[in-house]
Nanobody, 121 residues
Framework: QVQLVESGGGLVQAGGSLRLSCAAS????????MGWYRQTPGNKRELVAL???????NYAASVKGRFTISRDNAKNTVFLQMNSLKFEDTAVYYC???????????????WGQGTQVTVSS
């Protein structure tokens, strides 16, 4: 069984920083893309940032230049460094990963449970 566990959310003032972490564990054969998404009440979950197994990244326009996604492949962990936070960044942040389990052979998308990020104005 595969599990993603996020940490690092919390309350921060506008202009501040937070760093989110998400560790994948369990019967993992390989991890391809990993990403962060966010969702606010009444809205669809949206992509924040994505990183491939090779390190290529993609960001939502609203966070480009402020957020940085990175990963530690040896630890099956993805990070999201969030700087210059704005009130509108307030959301539940979810990590996701495309994982092939050891039993294989198919790749599935796994999701974390979500972590709340609240930015006070």
């Amino acid at each position: 069984q595969v599990q993603l566990v996020e940490s690092g959310g919390g309350l921060v003032q506008a202009g501040g920083s937070l760093r989110l972490s998400c560790a994948a564990s369990g019967s993992i054969f390989s991890i391809n893309a990993m990403g962060w998404y966010r969702q606010t009440p009444g809205n669809k979950r949206e992509l924040v940032a994505l990183i491939t197994s090779g390190g290529s990244t993609n960001y939502a326009a609203s966070v480009k230049g402020r957020f940085t996604i990175s990963r530690d492949n040896a630890k099956n962990t993805v990070f999201l460094q969030m700087n210059s936070l704005k009130f509108e960044d307030t959301a539940v942040y979810y990590c996701a990963a495309d994982i092939i389990a050891t039993l294989g052979p198919n790749e599935y998308a796994y999701w974390g449970q979500g972590t709340q990020v609240t930015v006070s104005s």
